[in-house]
């Protein structure tokens, strides 16, 4: 009825921590390292 009330952001947060392992921490830190160097402009795989 109140749907308003539900707080998405609230439940998303909590699963999110509940299924975050290791792996999936890294893979995220890694996603975001990609993000930041196309970013930049600057490809790992093309001049190192």
Known sequence: MERG????????QT???????ERERRAIALDF???AQR???TQ???KN
């Open 5 to 12: 009330h539900f707080n998405w952001g609230r439940v998303f």
């Open 15 to 21: 699963e999110h921590k509940a299924a975050r392992s």
């Open 33 to 35: 390292q990609v993000a």
């Open 39 to 41: 970013g930049a402009g």
């Open 44 to 46: 790992p795989n093309e």
